[in-house]
């Protein structure tokens, strides 16, 4: 256990979190999206980040994937179908249900954020989901809330904490099915607002990389470094907005 005090920026929180998700298999890139991701978070919040997401330790383990009771993700049954897939926070619910509806229970998340699930070959069940966003809450206590409605925990993104229960918890036995549709092709799903968020900042970075290369603008790393941390902060200030409204995309988005 560590002797670490809390911390009112997180700053040796998040340098212990990036080091312990690294030492989990978790790629870099991912580890600098997920600290930055976690960072302006908590900017926004009166909490410490100890507060927010936990022991490091634990926290870390989560976001790998190693947070099973035997240190590990369960092996799956022979006779169980599998998938990965994922997905924006604008369409994670719908489609966690939707496919929930067809027999897929999800695992967990792996280190890529991607729902890892199975499917019971012959008679499966329905499965139902929720997205809770852990603000000011610890998981601990989110979990309690939720457990006498037959809720459980199955994976966690950062402060994004996702749970499932059998269907039967309110249908009955119609949560069972026994016609299955095949397991989906795709295995990620872009909705109209993150493509938009992506085509801009794909234009916005060849713009000034072809200002930087014509000698219209010369690189500088002391402005560089604030600015896209100030954007990076926007961009999270503005889903995290998005997230607790409960705004959802209305199109059908992009599989792939």
């Not at 795709?186 to 900042?201: D, E, M, P």
């Amino acid at each position: 256990m560590s002797d670490r005090k809390p911390s009112t920026n997180g700053t040796g929180y998040f340098e212990e979190l990036a080091a312990a998700l690294r030492a989990g298999g978790m790629a870099e890139r991912e580890v600098v999206v997920t600290v930055t991701d976690l960072t302006a978070y908590l900017a926004e919040t009166d909490s410490t980040a100890e507060e927010e997401f936990g022991p490091v330790e634990e926290f870390a383990a989560r976001l790998t994937g190693g947070d099973g009771a035997d240190g590990g993700p369960e092996e799956p049954e022979a006779t169980a179908e599998t998938w990965k897939w994922t997905t924006d926070i604008y369409n994670d619910r719908r489609l966690l249900n939707v496919y929930g509806a067809q027999g897929w229970e999800v695992e967990r998340l792996d280190s890529f954020g991607r729902f890892v699930c199975r499917r019971t070959v012959g008679a499966a069940l329905r499965w139902e989901y929720r997205r809770e966003v852990l603000t000011g809450r610890g998981r601990g206590t989110v979990e309690a809330e939720l457990a006498p409605d037959g809720w459980e925990p199955c994976g966690q993104w950062t402060y994004y904490l996702y749970l499932k229960r059998p269907g039967a918890a309110s249908t009955g036995p119609a949560a069972t099915i026994t016609t299955r549709p095949g397991t989906p092709r795709w295995s990620f799903y872009f909705g109209r607002k993150t493509r938009a968020l992506l085509a801009v900042t794909a234009v916005s970075a060849l713009i000034l990389a072809f200002l930087y290369v014509s000698g219209a603008v010369e690189f500088n790393l002391a402005l560089f470094i604030p600015i896209a941390l100030a954007a990076g902060i926007a961009a999270q200030s503005g889903v995290r907005k998005d997230v607790i409204d409960g705004a959802e995309d209305k199109d059908r988005g992009k599989r792939g």
